[in-house]
């Protein structure tokens, strides 16, 4: 029986790794397609199918969301500031924000063994070497002066947060953590032990996080059962199913402050040049499905900011 538990977790565990897979190739499609620029995306992603203009322009709204934050933290705290990112998978924000010189002292990573070590694989070869200082490359980590990359289970923080200590993180400086579906993955009170953990551990930082909510209507009923089919259960949104619950749970896990829109309040709130720019990318019959898959997904944050530095800027304002 323990042997069965344990085969089905594992089996469990590899489904939602491979969703990792598929950001990869929306993010690398949309790329391509010229929604936004990342000239690193294609070294963890050599090619992808098609991808609909809905898919499209909502990968744009959660990726330029997340840009236009981690710049305004990044303005607010300078140099001397950490990104930590949790379950960040083929993420390529420590080069993006590297060839724009805006990384910060240091950036971290943390994510499954299996896909840190593919990570790893990746970024042995160049350009990606290049752009890390004095890289030491293993099997399932790099340790280099401005980036770490660490394996590890989120769903055992106490580990994790004795990794990310001995790595050099410094609770004392102003800290942005970030998490882009994967807390929804996660049983509640596994997830809001990693919300806790960063609240009890940094008293100035910001935690940002994206997941979709409103299962219980027809569309989220389909979308959990699509992924059901592929092996993906999301053990935690019903603890969050809305805008509401999402603040509550980082005021109930140590934050002072929070917000959280849907993604087509951030829609709205994104640069209206740019919306204007990337809808002329594709053409969109009808935006009815695109605005019911924005409303399905959103944005929370929390943050606290004793130090001062401004971190209730860090939100979209009306066309940012």
């Known amino acids: 029986m323990a042997q069965s538990r344990s085969s089905r977790r594992a089996s469990d565990d590899l489904a939602v790794q491979t969703t990792n897979d598929d950001a990869t190739s929306c993010k690398r499609y949309a790329t ?18 098609r991808k609909s203009p809905e898919i499209n322009r909502g990968y744009f709204a ?6 236009l934050l981690v710049e305004k933290f990044l303005s607010l705290a300078g140099e001397e500031s950490q990104v930590i990112n949790f379950g960040a998978g ?27 070590a593919r990570k790893c694989y990746y970024i042995s070869k160049e350009p990606l070497r290049e752009v890390l200082v ?9 340790s280099s002066k401005h980036y770490k990359l660490l394996s590890g289970d989120l769903r055992d923080m106490a580990t994790v947060g004795e990794k990310l200590l001995s790595s050099g993180v410094d609770t004392s400086l102003p800290t942005l953590f970030l998490t882009e579906c994967v807390l929804v993955y996660m049983d509640p009170d596994k ?126 304002s009306k066309n940012s």
């Open 32 to 49: 391509q397609k010229g929604y936004w620029e990342d000239d690193f995306v294609k070294y963890f992603c050599r090619t992808s199918d």
């Open 62 to 67: 959660r990726v330029r969301l997340y840009q």
């Open 90 to 116: 083929y993420d390529t924000l420590y080069w993006t924000l590297s060839a724009r010189s805006l990384r910060p002292k240091l950036l971290v990573e943390v994510d499954f063994e299996a896909v840190t």
């Open 134 to 142: 004095d890289p030491v490359i293993e099997k399932d980590s790099i």
């Open 191 to 316: 997830s809001r032990e990693v919300i806790r953990w960063a609240g009890n551990n940094f008293s100035t930082a910001l935690f940002l996080n994206y997941e979709p909510i409103f299962p219980d209507d027809s569309f989220g009923l389909t979308m959990q059962a699509n992924l059901a089919h592929r092996g993906c259960s999301l053990l935690g949104i019903n603890a969050c199913p809305d805008l509401e619950s999402q603040k509550q749970r980082f005021l109930g896990n140590g934050w002072q402050c929070t917000w959280a829109l849907d993604m087509a309040e951030v829609y709205q709130q994104l640069p209206k040049n740019e919306i204007q720019r990337i809808e002329r990318l594709e053409f969109l019959d009808e935006k009815e499905l695109l605005i019911q898959l924005l409303q399905h997904y959103c944005a929370s944050c929390g943050y606290t900011d004793k130090k001062r530095i401004g971190l209730d800027k860090v939100r979209l």
